[in-house]
């Protein structure tokens, strides 16, 4: 059953009113051991085959915390700026659901690990600084297939097939204060901030951030109010939003559909809502007017998490530069303008051209390679940068031999597209397609000649000081030589030939 | 030796003949099994015999000693296990029909110990549902009975391990003590029980009934016997959370030793009176009088919080148990109902629980709920908390004073199966003594103090020591135990009677 939606104009929308954000970011940590046992985490393996009688929920099974986990979780704390508790319990959130083996989950309530941190983002020119209400550490739940019924969902299922292979995956929860202020860049608000955590989770080696594989998930919290309003609106939470794409669109989708329903008369429903990929609009779930009591109280399986201080500080110590440092530092370095910086950073291609520098190219040739040529063939081939079958060595051999003179630009896209065909090495590809750029005067003196030759009147106007005409016959010779011509050194023959100074 | 004084000698004697080769660990169980073929179609202490699992494991035994490999102090002795513990192979209830066929793929650490310490596992015993009750009258498989008395209950929830040790059927069975489940069947069975400090013994592979109260202990008739089983059993499991990383207390050494001169015992204050039946205050007494004529200082110690542990226990328990009884939903294992393919996964699991789980269960796990829910969290669960942090600031004073406190055990003898099934509160009442030590989580156990004069049925001494100072109850018990035997000549338990 399709909800009718009726939508203000987003401009519109914005006029009256104003969002308000909240973003809850749940992140699966890349331990190779679960939370609470010692099963593997890998992705993708068969179903039911990462299990053991702890996440299985066996009867007489007990957790034991992954301290992996939790150096992590306080890593993470320390680069949002959190305060780290000193002393604090897991909690047992306690509801029945299939794919849930205990039916609770292993969760942080009022002691969360980590507080009050921010992270700051940047959308048009303009600073915005997210405050980070907490940070705590659960575990993920199983997973559901539904089989039969027409949405994938529970409800008109034939049956259900879980698998375990998930359950009791850690899971770090970041949950933000509310987003003020943001006005019509909401959306884009809300999309940089989960960027910057991503590249901050990526930064910190702390799980593969991969939302296409829900390895990063969101929730997306939208309210709105009355221009001038002081008092905030209800809020709706969005689920399933998994893509930094989807961000944006839920929260504008949410905005235009929220702005409707209060222009109406109406009355916003608090309630959960699921994003709808296909269409970019949000459907209605699970209402929480009735909302659900669960329960909590602290884990009695567990002890308390007490992070010594000095650790925690020795932690802090050993942080890597993360992203918003490291992209004031290659813009120095590199001399780039904000603009340069933007596109860099858009392209998502900040590791690639740092890796690529570290290679040996200059930054300008492995900016000039990934933005222009590279991101071309990634959106040809709809895959992100990065997923490109070609190195930052390899681009950064490509630019060498270009420098050197082996190859001019020309030649070198079809190096380029040698390897990302599977070729093999750059140098390889050069040998394998004859790609050298010919610059010995003896087969390049012949082309020459056969050029001037067959273009007399040409040739008479250079002589006669028409320098610029030489241009014509440097075309030819590259045709001649299908492109692999030094076309300078060939423009210097040619100049020479006809008696003419360059 | 012939079948009957094999069942009849203390598990430290069977240990060295087995060794010495005086008798193969096979006679020894298989005349436990005969034991049980024998009585406990009356006693009813076993839910299920593994006799092909205990004679492979005796045979076990009997190749290990034959080709010279070492073997350890318990090697070849059986073993009753209470059915909470999980057992690799061989069907595990809790006592509970939602666990009916369950066979767990996996051993507890408990079990898992004993089975390497070459222990002998006659099978599993009876014990109330979830381990909530002290008659195990709330076991879905019906009630155990007293040996001293067929038509009395042998206290619970362990009251299957309690009874197949006072009834021959095994030298040794564990349990587990949430209020008081082995302390007082020990008590009311007239054999030893002892309730470790908490996290001195693994709660991995234990059937969860309360988290932060749960404690394996072992069941003996006599001292020493429970504490080699205590020993060979206890110890840091890095598979449980809360286990204790600290050496095991001296347990075994205590039992030996068996002194009390210049100890400081102190008697609880709050501990008799109304509600205590006149015959057991009698043999506590003189129990006191005995520590103090074997030169133990005496003297009267109040713990004025002790009178509010039954309320705060009957709130932390069933608020812990709703929530760990949760995994009984009919998805993975055990019982499943009307999944005719016509219902949800939530009717399915509703109608589960509904005809899997016994009242005494529901009735807890509705009071945890309730106790757990918003809005009432404060009132109930917190304040629970708070009275248990000033219980175990009592006991932290008290020992500031003396080296253990004594109780009664109990405060009444076995009582008869029925009288109490239909009253919950009074049944609550027969762990009145045994619940401070489970919320404070230090040591404590029951040792046999006489017969009762007006019903002829025994009576247990309660000792208490701080955590991790379980030796202190072995060598207050060991004393009393040595004393009163050469009194009566012979260990109590002979004076019950006969089964055969
Ligand atoms: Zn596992």
């Given at each position: 059953m399709a909800d009718t939606v009726s939508l203000m104009k987003y401009d519109e929308a914005l006029t009256r009113f104003e969002p308000v954000l909240g973003l809850e970011t749940h992140v699966e940590l890349g331990t190779a051991a679960k939370m609470f046992c010692g099963c593997p985490t890998g992705f993708g393996a068969a179903p039911n085959t990462q299990v053991c009688p702890v996440c299985l929920a066996l009867p007489g099974a007990l957790p034991v915390a992954n301290a992996s986990a939790i150096e992590r979780t306080i890593r993470i704390g320390l680069a949002l700026n959190c305060s780290i508790a000193e002393w604090c319990r897991f909690a047992r959130k306690n509801y029945f659901y299939p794919d849930m083996p205990k039916n609770y989950q292993i969760s942080q309530y009022d002691e969360p690990l980590c507080t009050d941190g921010h992270l700051d983002v940047e959308v048009e020119g303009r600073s915005f600084r997210v405050g980070i209400e907490r940070v705590h550490l659960e575990?993920?739940?199983?997973?559901?297939?539904?089989?039969?019924?027409?949405?994938?969902?529970?409800?008109?299922?034939?049956?259900?097939?879980?698998?375990?292979?998930?359950?009791?995956?850690?899971?770090?929860?970041?949950?933000?204060?509310?987003?003020?202020?943001?006005?019509?860049?909401?959306?884009?608000?809300?999309?940089?901030?989960?960027?910057?955590?991503?590249?901050?989770?990526?930064?910190?080696?702390?799980?593969?951030?991969?939302?296409?594989?829900?390895?990063?998930?969101?929730?997306?919290?939208?309210?709105?109010?009355?221009?001038?309003?002081?008092?905030?609106?209800?809020?709706?939470?969005?689920?399933?939003?998994?893509?930094?794409?989807?961000?944006?669109?839920?929260?504008?989708?949410?905005?235009?559909?929220?702005?409707?329903?209060?222009?109406?008369?109406?009355?916003?429903?608090?309630?959960?809502?699921?994003?709808?990929?296909?269409?970019?609009?949000?459907?209605?779930?699970?209402?929480?007017?009735?909302?659900?009591?669960?329960?909590?109280?602290?884990?009695?399986?567990?002890?308390?998490?007490?992070?010594?201080?000095?650790?925690?500080?020795?932690?802090r110590a050993g942080l890597p530069e993360l992203p918003a440092a490291r992209r004031a530092r290659v813009q120095r370095e590199w001399g780039l303008s904000e603009l340069e910086l933007r596109d860099l950073v858009n392209a998502e291609a900040l590791d690639l051209v740092e890796e690529t520098v570290a290679a040996g190219a200059t930054s300008g040739d492995a900016r000039k390679w990934w933005l222009n040529e590279l991101s071309r063939r990634a959106t040809a081939a709809e895959v992100a940068l990065a997923e490109l079958p070609i190195t930052p060595a390899q681009v950064a051999r490509v630019a060498a031999l270009v420098a050197e003179g082996s190859l001019n630009d020309k030649l070198a896209r079809q190096v380029i597209e040698g390897v990302l065909a599977g070729e093999g090495e750059p140098d390889a590809v050069v040998e394998s397609r004859g790609l050298r750029v010919v610059s010995d005067d003896s087969a390049l003196g012949a082309a020459v000649d056969d050029a001037i030759a067959a273009n007399p009147q040409i040739a008479e106007k250079v002589r006669s000081g028409k320098v610029a005409a030489a241009g014509a016959l440097v075309g030819a010779v590259m045709k001649a030589t299908r492109g692999q011509a030094d076309a300078g050194r060939a423009r210097a023959l040619i100049l020479e030939r006809l008696g003419v100074q360059g | 030796m012939t079948s009957s004084e094999l069942t009849h000698r203390t598990a430290a004697e069977l240990a060295?003949?087995?060794?010495?080769?005086?008798?193969?660990?096979?006679?020894?169980?298989?005349?436990?099994?005969?034991?049980?073929?024998?009585?406990?179609?009356?006693?009813?202490?076993?839910?299920?015999?593994?006799?092909?699992g205990a004679l492979n494991q005796a045979r076990e035994v009997d190749r290990r000693r034959a080709q010279g490999e070492p073997l350890g102090p318990l090697a070849g002795v059986p073993i009753a296990h209470k059915d909470v513990f999980t057992t690799r192979g061989v069907p595990t209830t809790a006592g509970s029909k939602i666990l009916e066929g369950w066979i767990p793929p996996y051993d507890a650490t408990v079990t898992e110990r004993l089975r390497a310490a070459g222990l002998v596992i006659l099978g599993k015993t009876n014990m109330d549902e979830f381990a909530m009750g002290s008659s195990t009258e709330n076991s879905a498989y019906g009630p155990s009975r007293n040996p001293w008395d067929l038509e009395r209950v042998p206290g619970g929830s362990s009251g299957g391990s309690s009874a197949a040790v006072a009834g021959y059927e095994a030298p040794l069975a564990t349990g587990t003590d949430t209020g008081g489940s082995i302390r007082q069947p020990a008590a009311v069975c007239g054999i030893v029980g002892a309730k470790p400090t908490y996290g001195g013994s693994s709660r991995y592979g234990v059937i969860a009934f309360a988290s932060s109260l749960d404690t394996p202990g072992p069941f003996a008739r006599?001292?020493?016997?429970?504490?080699?089983?205590?020993?060979?059993?206890?110890?840091?499991?890095?598979?449980?959370?809360?286990?204790?990383?600290?050496?095991?207390?001296?347990?075994?050494?205590?039992?030996?030793?068996?002194?009390?001169?210049?100890?400081?015992?102190?008697?609880?204050?709050?501990?008799?009176?109304?509600?205590?039946?006149?015959?057991?205050?009698?043999?506590?007494?003189?129990?006191?009088?005995?520590?103090?004529?074997?030169?133990a200082k005496v003297s009267e110690v109040s713990c004025p919080n002790f009178t509010t542990a039954l309320p705060a226990y009957y709130l932390i328990s069933p608020s812990e148990c709703s929530s760990n009884l949760a995994r009984f939903d009919a998805m993975r294992y055990g019982l499943r109902v009307g999944d005719d393919g016509t219902r949800s996964a939530e009717e399915v699991m509703a109608l589960t629980r509904a005809a899997g789980f016994g009242p005494e269960v529901k009735r807890?796990?509705?009071?945890?709920?309730?106790?757990?829910?918003?809005?009432?969290?404060?009132?109930?669960?917190?304040?629970?908390?708070?009275?248990?942090?000033?219980?175990?600031?009592?006991?932290?004073?008290?020992?500031?004073?003396?080296?253990?406190?004594?109780?009664?055990?109990?405060p009444t003898t076995?009582?008869?199966?029925?009288?109490?099934?239909?009253?919950?509160?009074?049944?609550?009442?027969?762990?009145?003594?045994?619940?401070?030590?489970?919320?404070?989580?230090?040591?404590?156990?029951?040792?046999?103090?006489?017969?009762?004069?007006?019903?002829?049925?025994?009576?247990?001494?309660?000792?208490?020591?701080?955590?991790?100072?379980?030796?202190?109850?072995?060598?207050?018990?060991?004393?009393?135990?040595?004393a009163l035997t050469a009194r009566w000549g012979a260990e109590l338990l002979t004076k019950a009677p006969s089964l055969v």
């Open positions: 575990e993920d739940t199983g997973k559901s297939l539904h089989v039969g019924g027409a949405t994938g969902r529970i409800h008109g299922a034939d049956h259900s097939l879980v698998d375990y292979n998930r359950a009791g995956i850690p899971l770090v929860e970041i949950v933000t204060r509310p987003i003020e202020g943001t006005g019509e860049l909401a959306p884009l608000v809300a999309r940089a901030y989960v960027t910057e955590l991503r590249d901050l989770l990526r930064a910190l080696d702390v799980s593969d951030v991969r939302m296409e594989q829900g390895s990063l998930r969101c929730d997306v919290n939208v309210s709105l109010m009355e221009r001038g309003a002081s008092q905030w609106g209800t809020r709706t939470e969005t689920k399933n939003v998994n893509s930094l794409r989807s961000v944006e669109r839920a929260v504008r989708h949410e905005i235009e559909r929220q702005a409707a329903v209060l222009a109406d008369g109406g009355r916003v429903v608090q309630e959960t809502r699921h994003f709808q990929e296909n269409t970019g609009t949000t459907a209605q779930g699970r209402s929480k007017e009735e909302a659900q009591d669960y329960r909590y109280f602290p884990e009695p399986d567990l002890v308390p998490i007490a992070p010594a201080r000095d650790w925690v500080e020795e932690l | 060295a003949a087995i060794a010495s080769g005086e008798v193969s660990a096979v006679e020894v169980a298989s005349a436990h099994l005969d034991r049980i073929s024998a009585v406990d179609d009356r006693v009813r202490a076993f839910l299920h015999v593994d006799v092909e006599n001292v020493l016997d429970a504490a080699l089983l205590h020993e060979a059993f206890s110890g840091h499991d890095p598979m449980d959370s809360t286990s204790v990383d600290a050496p095991v207390p001296p347990v075994v050494e205590a039992a030996r030793r068996g002194d009390v001169a210049g100890m400081r015992v102190g008697v609880v204050r709050e501990f008799a009176g109304e509600g205590y039946q006149p015959g057991v205050l009698t043999r506590f007494n003189e129990a006191v009088e005995l520590l103090e004529s074997l030169g807890r796990i509705i009071l945890g709920t309730y106790a757990l829910s918003s809005g009432y969290y404060d009132a109930y669960y917190g304040s629970a908390q708070k009275v248990r942090t000033l219980i175990a600031r009592d006991f932290t004073a008290a020992f500031e004073q003396v080296d253990v406190l004594v109780s009664p055990t109990t076995a009582f008869p199966i029925g009288e109490r099934a239909d009253d919950p509160m009074a049944m609550y009442r027969a762990d009145l003594c045994t619940i401070p030590a489970n919320l404070a989580g230090n040591a404590a156990l029951s040792v046999p103090c006489g017969l009762a004069p007006e019903d002829g049925l025994p009576v247990g001494l309660q000792i208490m020591a701080p955590a991790l100072a379980d030796d202190r109850t072995y060598r207050v018990a060991a004393a009393v135990e040595s």
